[in-house]
């Protein structure tokens, strides 16, 4: 077969990686672009949209499943040679993120002030907060609806479309923010507003593409039961194997704070540098989902395999690079962000560990979007709770002991980068070690 070539294979992998990678950029963008011109309104507005990003984010990091569960659904159909199931099982992902999105709207809504309240702000801080929070929730059954509708064209080996969506996504929002806060003089609610409306455009943006895909291919744009019950059990099971991720990022930030002030600045300095990589690796799991998903729904196994071997050397190696970079740039980073050569030189240490694991980091987050391509949910959610359990101790040593200082920030750095990550990469890499993973949705 002539995709079973090396060459062709890795020209599918970059053909799908490189453009979900400038999509997943662009999301943090819309964050980024809110702070910018919330920021000139002044330090309590920047404040209030700290404390409402913060609500914001844990609530559709949690939804992150509807783009991982719709997209191996649809790339199996469509791998199968079913492009009008693959479509109608996508469709049902957005109905049930219109479902989630709606509920998860209302009860955000009521319960703005209780969840402003959490963070003890000022009163001056809290009120900016529930503004932005209150308008902003009406914006998320638009944001997973993109979910959603992101992971079906991605099951249709399209990440161009969503490429593009979300760069016309940010522009708009740009625009909209610029003349609800400044031309309208709303403040930090033109922010707010300017955002859900450029989120809903996406979905027209979307409904326009697919509705002519549905079409093309005699697909059904009404609800099935049967597509929505399925998409919800995957996701039920990818949103418990978030809980775990959210459980690990949140516990490791509670330690750092116990350190100390600077502690927790290095902290976030070294895991902002792990986030920014991560994008690229999220970009190689996608298309890893993609073509797993396609190559299992045409039955053809020899390239399920050479998918999952040539998708790991890309993880490694790029590990290899991004560790070789931030090794590098380990002794400045810190400055970089700062300005502050105390901090540089507390905070490297720390790097070194980062730069080291990156290899490892690959792997994981390839073997991650294999077994997501492969929807084998369940095994992903009992993972991320056993993942946990060399973890956690670790962190309390940290904190018990009373470590600080550079050798705290190390040590917090072996934990996250070292432990989580290597408990991580045995139990995705014991699920690999035979096919039992490639037979659980067939």
């Given amino acids: 077969m002539a ?11 970059l053909h799908l990686a490189v453009p979900a990678l400038g999509a ?18 002044g330090t309590i507005p920047l404040a209030g949209l700290g404390i409402a990003s913060a609500v914001l984010q844990t609530i559709v990091g949690l939804m992150i499943f509807l783009a991982y569960s719709t997209t191996p659904a649809v790339a199996r159909r469509f791998g199968a040679g079913k492009p009008g199931d693959a479509v109608s099982v996508g469709i049902d992902g957005m109905w049930l993120a219109l ?9 955000g809504a009521l319960s703005t002030p209780w969840l402003v309240a959490m963070f003890g702000p000022t009163d001056i801080v809290a009120t900016e907060a529930r503004t932005y929070l209150m308008i902003s929730m009406w914006g998320l059954p638009a944001m997973l609806i993109v979910f959603a509708a992101t992971g079906l064209l991605r099951g249709m080996q399209n990440t161009m479309t969503p490429l593009w969506i979300a760069g016309l996504g940010f522009t708009a ?8 806060i400044y031309g309208f003089g709303w403040g930090i609610a033109g922010s707010a507003f ?9 979905v027209a943006a979307y409904a326009a593409v697919i509705t002519r895909l549905a079409r093309r291919h005699g697909a059904s744009l009404k609800a099935q039961r049967n597509g929505i019950r399925g998409n919800a059990r995957s996701g039920g099971w990818l949103f418990l194997r978030t809980v775990s991720l959210r459980v690990a990022l949140l516990m490791t930030v509670g330690v750092a704070t116990g350190i100390g002030t600077q502690e927790l600045a290095g902290w976030q300095i070294a895991f902002t540098i792990f986030s920014t990589a991560a994008f690229a690796l999220d970009a190689l799991a996608i298309a890893a989902q993609a073509l797993i998903g396609k190559s299992l729904g045409s039955g053809d196994m020899d390239q399920v395999h050479r998918v999952l071997r040539r998708t790991v050397a890309w993880g490694v190696w790029f590990g290899v690079l991004v560790g070789v970079v931030i090794g590098a740039l380990s002794g400045v980073i810190g400055i970089v962000f700062t300005g502050d050569a105390a901090v540089a030189a507390l905070v490297q240490p720390a790097f070194i560990v980062l730069a080291i694991a990156q290899p490892f980091a690959g792997i994981v987050f390839v073997l991650d979007g294999v077994l997501m391509g492969a929807n084998d949910a369940r095994y992903l959610a009992v993972a991320g709770l056993l993942n946990l359990v060399p973890f956690l101790p670790a962190l309390w040593i940290i904190s018990a002991t009373g470590v600080d200082g550079a050798a705290g920030l190390v040590w917090l750095a072996v934990a996250f980068f070292g432990v989580y990550m290597l408990a991580r990469l045995a139990t995705l890499g014991w699920r690999v070690r035979t096919d ?3 037979t659980v949705a067939a």
């Fill in 3 to 13: 995709s079973s070539a090396p060459s062709t294979l890795n020209r599918e992998i």
């Fill in 24 to 41: 997943l950029v662009a999301e943090p963008a819309f964050l980024i672009l809110d702070a910018a011109m919330v920021g000139h309104l």
């Fill in 99 to 107: 479902g989630l999105g709606a509920v998860l709207a209302i009860i």
């Fill in 173 to 180: 929002n740009a625009l909209l923010n610029w003349i609800f």
């Fill in 194 to 202: 300017g955002t859900v409306v450029a989120q809903w455009g996406m």
């Fill in 436 to 438: 039992r993973w490639t």
